[in-house]
């Protein structure tokens, strides 16, 4: 069983910066592909970052230059590092990860962006 556990969520000024992690159970090496969600209520989950084990790496363009997604195979950890946070970031990031056609999450970190 794969348990992704997210971390390092929390308040921070617009303008801020804030770094995510998701630590996984096993190897993330198995895993296809990893990446970040986020939602807000009443709406849909909607994708942020995700990178495949490749190394390809795709961004939402609400984020394109300020987020930027990593993967540490050495620790089994990936990594969401969030630049010039606005307010309308403000949501509960997800970490999810494939293996194969099985998806994964994590329970969610809030983030809040507010002066």
């Known amino acids: 069983q794969v348990q992704l556990v997210e971390s390092g969520g929390g308040l921070v000024q617009p303008g801020g910066s804030l770094r995510l992690s998701c630590a996984a159970s096993?190897?993330?090496?198995?895993?296809?592909?990893m990446a970040w969600y986020r939602q807000v209520p009443g709406k849909e989950r909607a994708l942020v970052a995700s990178?495949?084990?490749?190394?390809?790496?795709n961004y939402a363009d609400s984020v394109k230059g300020r987020f930027t997604i990593s993967r540490d195979n050495a620790k089994n950890t990936v990594y969401l590092q969030m630049n010039s946070l606005k307010s309308e970031d403000t949501a509960v990031y997800y970490c999810s990860g494939d293996i194969g056609f099985q998806r994964y999450w994590g329970q969610g970190t809030q983030v809040t962006v507010s002066s």
């Open positions: 096993g190897s993330i090496f198995r895993m296809n592909v």
């Open positions: 990178i495949i084990r490749g190394g390809m790496i």
